[in-house]
């Protein structure tokens, strides 16, 4: 699959489900649902103590979203991870703000593959 970092989170956050025996999977420390008024504060105070200007916590779904491409994943991997039936989310919303994804800003990739005439030779 991919992202172990990913995957080592949930399965920390899994442990503590199952330890808590809640209702929800991301919950409170004691199993409930989390309260998104506390939720609001604890994010800024963890931006602020990070040092990172305040970003909506749903801004993280385009932070993994833009990671992958510009590393060069596989569009459809990446899609499949963020629930998305095709890669079409990531055209339309994504990839316009990656300079380089997986690409050059001159089509020299290109070049190389249909080996242009008059290039280094």
Known sequence: ????????????QRKIHEELGGKYFFCSPSGCQVDLSN????????????GVRYRSARQTRH??????I???????????????KNTLMLHQHY??????????LNGSKLD???EVPGKDG
Request: aromatic share 8%; glycine share 6%; charged share 15%.
């Open 70 to 84: 510009s590393r060069g994943e596989n569009l459809m991997w990446i899609a499949r991870v963020m629930d998305h």
């Open 112 to 114: 190389d593959l249909l």
């Open 39 to 50: 939720f609001q504060k604890m994010w800024m105070e963890v931006l602020k103590q990070a």
């Open 1 to 12: 699959m991919g992202l172990q970092a990913m995957l080592n989170a949930l399965s920390a």
């Open 63 to 68: 932070t993994f979203a833009t990671l992958p």
């Open 95 to 104: 990839l316009r703000f990656i300079e380089n994804a997986s690409g050059t």
